[in-house]
C-alpha cells in the first residue's frame, strides 16, 4: 500500500472534484453468464437493470478474471492477471495443496492480497474520491488493518457481522435482508458525500449458496418453475431478482439527490455459475471453460453512450484503469496495470484492440483441476497441469467447448501454446506439475458451501488432447 499521496493528485483533486464522476462497482457473487435479462434469461425477471444496462452498454463477452472468487477480487482491486497478486483461490481447508483428491500439487495461494499492491480504491482516494465498500471483501481477514478494505483504500467498510448477520445467514434478528442492507449502507455512504466524487463498491453475497431468498418472491418462482420446468433453482431465481431489486434502490437514491447525471455504474459477477444451468456454455465455477469465466456485464450512466453492445472482451481487471480514464488520473507509474482502459469505446469511440487474454488457475475447487487458458481471437487454449495435456476451441463455432480441434489444428494450438508458456515465464506464474504423492484416485474433494454442487467442467478429460 503506497503511504504518499501523489503529487500530481493533491494538485488536481481540488480544482477539479466537481467534474468527476462518480463510480458505483457492483460486484454479483456465483452469477451465471445468462442469469439476467439483458444477458439471456427468460425465466429470472431483472427488468431494472435490465433498462439500465439497456441505456447503456451491454458486453457480450464479460468475463471474470478467474473461475472463482477471492482472485477476481484480487484482479478487480489490483487491475492485474492472478500470477503478479498471486491470490489463485479462497485458502481454506478445502483447498490446501496435497490433499488427497489432488494428482498434482496445488500452487500456493496468498490469502490476502499484498498491502503493497496499489489498489483502484487507493489511486481513487490518491485523486480526491470519497471511498466505501460494503460486501464481501475475501482478501484478508477483519474488519480493520493492513489487509482489509480501511488498510487497501477504502473510507468505510462493513461485512456482515458488523451489520448483525450470522455467518452465512441473509436475514438477521431485525429481520433486515441482506443485500437490503449493504444497499442501505452505500446509499447512507452517498447521502454523506454527494459534494465530492465518490467511489462506492458494493460486493454482494448473493447469488451465493446457501439461497435465502426475500420473502415474498420464492412463492413466484416456484409457481413459474413448475408451469415452465425449468432447471433454474426457484431459490437461486428469486435471490436475484432480489438484487435487481436493490439496484433499483440504489438508482432510485441517485436520482432523488440529482447524482444520476455524474454517476457510472459498473456490473458484474467475479466468476460463472452453476455448471447445471450455464447452456450453451460448458463448465462453472472453477472451470476455465466459458461456463466457468463468462459472467454478465454493463456499464451506464453518465456520459456512457446509449443502447450499445459490445463484442470485445471485457475482464473485472479492465475496471481499474477505466475508472482511472474517466476520472482524469493518470495510470500508476509503479503499478504494472494488465488491464485495459475501455473509457473510449464507453463514451462513443470505436471498439478497442484486444490482444490476447489469459487465465491462470493452479489450484483446485471442487471438480476444477489446475489449468491455464489463453484466449486470442476466435481461439481459445487450455492447458491442463495434472497431465499436461491441452485442449483447443473455436470459439466461433463452438462456445459450448464441445469439440477441442487441438489435432485438426495443430500449428494454431502449438503457436498459442508457446504464448501461453511465454506469458508463464513473464509472469511469474506458477506450473503445478509435480505428482502428489499422497494421491488417491478414490478421495473425494473436501465439500463446503463455496463449490458445493457449483463447479465443474475443468476434469472433462473428454475434452484433452
Known amino acids: 500500500m503506497r503511504k504518499l499521496i501523489p503529487a500530481l493528485a493533491l494538485l488536481i483533486a481540488p480544482f477539479f472534484a466537481a467534474a468527476?464522476?462518480?463510480?458505483?462497482?457492483?460486484?454479483?457473487?456465483?452469477?451465471?453468464?445468462?442469469?439476467?435479462?439483458?444477458s439471456g434469461s427468460d425465466f429470472i425477471d431483472t427488468p431494472?437493470?435490465?433498462?439500465?444496462?439497456?441505456?447503456?452498454?451491454?458486453?457480450?463477452?464479460?468475463?471474470?478474471?478467474?473461475p472463482n472468487c477471492a482472485p477476481t477480487r484480487a484482479c478487480l482491486m489490483s487491475g492485474q492477471y492472478t500470477p503478479r497478486h498471486g491470490v489463485f483461490t479462497v485458502v481454506d481447508a478445502r483447498h490446501e495443496p496435497g490433499l488427497p483428491h489432488h494428482k498434482v500439487v496445488a500452487a500456493h495461494s496468498n490469502a490476502a492480497l499484498a498491502t503493497e499492491s496499489y489498489t483502484i480504491a487507493e489511486a481513487l482516494?490518491?485523486?480526491?474520491?470519497?471511498?466505501?465498500?460494503?460486501?464481501?471483501?475475501?482478501?484478508?481477514?477483519?474488519?480493520?488493518?493492513?489487509?482489509?478494505?480501511?488498510?487497501?483504500?477504502?473510507?468505510?467498510?462493513?461485512?456482515?457481522?458488523?451489520?448483525?448477520?450470522?455467518?452465512?445467514?441473509?436475514?438477521?434478528?431485525?429481520?433486515e435482508y441482506l443485500t437490503d442492507a449493504f444497499t442501505s449502507e452505500g446509499i447512507r455512504f452517498i447521502e454523506k458525500n454527494k459534494t465530492k466524487p465518490f467511489f462506492l463498491y458494493l460486493a454482494y453475497h448473493a447469488v451465493h449458496h446457501p439461497f435465502e431468498p426475500k420473502p415474498g418472491l420464492i412463492e413466484k418462482y416456484r409457481k413459474k418453475a413448475a408451469r415452465n420446468k425449468t432447471s433454474v433453482n426457484p431459490e437461486y431465481a428469486a435471490t436475484v431478482e432480489a438484487v435487481d431489486q436493490n439496484i433499483g434502490r440504489l438508482q432510485a437514491a441517485l436520482e432523488s439527490l440529482g447524482l444520476d447525471d455524474?454517476?457510472?455504474?459498473?456490473?458484474?459477477?467475479?466468476?460463472?455459475?452453476?455448471?447445471?444451468?450455464?447452456?450453451p456454455l460448458n463448465g462453472g465455477k472453477g472451470s476455465l471453460f466459458e461456463g466457468g469465466i463468462r459472467v454478465p456485464a454493463a456499464v451506464w450512466g453518465a456520459g456512457i453512450r446509449d443502447s450499445y453492445t459490445s463484442s470485445t472482451p471485457f475482464l473485472?481487471?479492465?475496471?481499474?484503469?477505466?475508472?482511472?480514464e474517466l476520472a482524469g488520473l493518470p495510470q500508476p507509474k509503479d503499478h504494472i496495470l494488465d488491464g485495459q482502459s475501455f473509457a473510449a469505446l464507453l463514451t462513443g469511440g470505436d471498439e478497442p484492440q484486444r490482444g490476447a487474454l489469459f487465465w491462470h488457475f493452479p489450484s483446485y475447487i471442487g471438480n476444477g483441476a489446475p489449468s491455464s487458458a489463453i484466449h486470442e481471437g476466435k481461439y481459445k487454449l487450455?492447458?491442463?497441469?495434472?497431465?499436461?495435456?491441452?485442449?483447443l476451441f473455436d470459439?466461433?463455432?463452438?462456445?459450448?467447448?464441445?469439440?477441442?480441434?487441438?489435432?485438426?489444428?495443430?500449428?494454431?494450438?502449438?503457436?498459442?501454446?508457446?504464448?501461453?508458456?511465454?506469458?508463464?515465464?513473464?509472469?511469474g506464474a506458477p506450473r503445478p506439475t509435480l505428482k502428489n504423492p499422497a494421491y488417491d484416485p478414490n478421495a473425494r474433494p473436501i465439500r463446503g458451501r463455496?463449490?458445493?454442487?457449483?463447479?465443474?467442467?475443468?476434469?472433462?478429460?473428454?475434452?484433452?488432447?
Open 20 to 38: 468527476k464522476p462518480n463510480f458505483v462497482v457492483f460486484l454479483i457473487d456465483d452469477m451465471g453468464w445468462r442469469d439476467m435479462g439483458f
Open 316 to 324: 473485472s481487471m479492465d475496471i481499474y484503469p477505466t475508472l482511472l
Open 125 to 175: 482516494k490518491d485523486g480526491g474520491y470519497a471511498t466505501a465498500m460494503y460486501g464481501m471483501w475475501n482478501l484478508g481477514r477483519g474488519s480493520s488493518g493492513p489487509e482489509t478494505p480501511t488498510g487497501q483504500g477504502f473510507d468505510f467498510f462493513k461485512q456482515p457481522r458488523d451489520l448483525g448477520f450470522e455467518k452465512d445467514a441473509y436475514i438477521n434478528d431485525r429481520g
Open 450 to 465: 463455496e463449490n458445493r454442487g457449483k463447479s465443474g467442467g475443468n476434469r472433462n478429460r473428454n475434452n484433452r488432447q
Open 382 to 391: 487450455i492447458e491442463y497441469f495434472e497431465d499436461q495435456s491441452i485442449a
Open 48 to 66: 431494472i437493470t435490465d433498462e439500465l444496462a439497456s441505456q447503456g452498454v451491454i458486453f457480450s463477452q464479460g468475463y471474470a478474471s478467474a
Open 262 to 279: 455524474n454517476t457510472v455504474v459498473f456490473y458484474t459477477s467475479d466468476n460463472g455459475g452453476d455448471r447445471r444451468n450455464a447452456a
Open 395 to 427: 470459439l466461433e463455432q463452438d462456445v459450448g467447448e464441445r469439440k477441442n480441434i487441438a489435432k485438426q489444428k495443430p500449428k494454431i494450438a502449438s503457436e498459442l501454446h508457446a504464448e501461453l508458456l511465454a506469458w508463464h515465464e513473464a509472469t
